[in-house]
Nanobody, 125 residues
Framework: QVQLVESGGGLVQAGGSLRLSCAAS????????MGWFRQAPGKEHEVVAA????????HYADSVKGRFTISRDTARNTVYLQMNSLKPEDTAVYHC??????????????????WGQGTQVTVSS
């Protein structure tokens, strides 16, 4: 079992920044691939960024490349999503997800077994 708790969401003006955190507990963290996904009202889940167990492989959605950065701190069992130059279209509920035992990067939400409760990010124009 892996428990995930996100934090760091909120309301920000366009062009601003937020940093999301996802604290993981439970199963050994070093062998867990992690991802950030988002879902806006009326839209499907969209991968934002994903990182493999070692941090050596990272995937970004085209829409966030150059603006968002995913990272992980294995000592703290935490994954971060630094979001800069935010746009109104980034408004969504952001979830982190975990895929225990997966050593590669995973961009498909169906490849994840555990999900956090989500944190709302709202970007005003």
């Amino acid at each position: 079992q892996v428990q995930l708790v996100e934090s760091g969401g909120g309301l920000v003006q366009a062009g601003g920044s937020l940093r999301l955190s996802c604290a993981a507990s439970g199963r050994t963290f070093n062998s867990v691939a992690m991802g950030w996904f988002r879902q806006a009202p009326g839209k499907e889940h969209e991968v934002v960024a994903a990182i493999n167990w070692s941090g050596s492989r990272i995937h970004y959605a085209d829409s966030v490349k150059g603006r968002f950065t995913i990272s992980r701190d294995t000592a703290r069992n935490t994954v971060y999503l630094q979001m800069n130059s935010l746009k109104p279209e980034d408004t969504a509920v952001y979830h982190c997800a975990a895929a225990p035992g997966l050593t590669t990067v995973q961009a498909n939400f169906r490849g994840y077994d555990y999900w956090g409760q989500g944190t709302q990010v709202t970007v005003s124009s």
